[in-house]
């Protein structure tokens, strides 16, 4: 399995980027995707997820209204769009995968078994 990440970089706080996560080599047909992010120092927590091929996604209550978690079935690729970013959203942001994860602990990192190598986000 591999998930691989793009679309981070530097804005201004208010400005926006999307974040791109592909994998491959997933037998399942569906799966959890999830975005996390950790800033030095600090744990890493849990932004959005979702079930793909139509789930519901997930969010937290930091990035809500702020920020919208889309698929594109066909590429296996999951989006993170983010507005109205602030200084605090500044992390290296993460994708991870996983077949089983209780919809009720999204967020947990250990839910996850599959991980990306990060991409940048800072907002100045």
């Known amino acids: 399995v591999q998930l691989v990440e793009s679309g981070g970089g530097s804005v201004q706080a208010g400005g926006s980027l999307r974040l791109s996560c592909a994998a491959s080599?997933?037998?399942?047909?569906?799966?959890?995707m999830g975005w996390f992010r950790q800033a030095p120092g600090l744990e890493r927590e849990g932004v959005a997820a979702?079930?793909?091929?139509?789930?519901?996604?997930y969010y937290a209550d930091s990035v809500k209204g702020r920020f919208s978690m889309s698929e594109d079935n066909a590429k296996n690729t999951v989006y993170l769009q983010m507005d109205s970013l602030k200084p605090e959203d500044t992390a290296m942001y993460y994708c991870?995968?996983?077949?089983?994860?209780?919809?009720?602990?999204?967020?947990?990192?250990?839910?996850?078994?599959?991980w990306g190598q990060g991409t940048q986000v800072t907002v100045s």
């Open positions: 991870a995968a996983d077949p089983d994860v209780s919809r009720g602990f999204w967020f947990r990192p250990d839910q996850y078994a599959d």
């Open positions: 979702i079930y793909t091929g139509g789930g519901d996604a």
């Open positions: 080599g997933y037998s399942y047909f569906r799966f959890w």
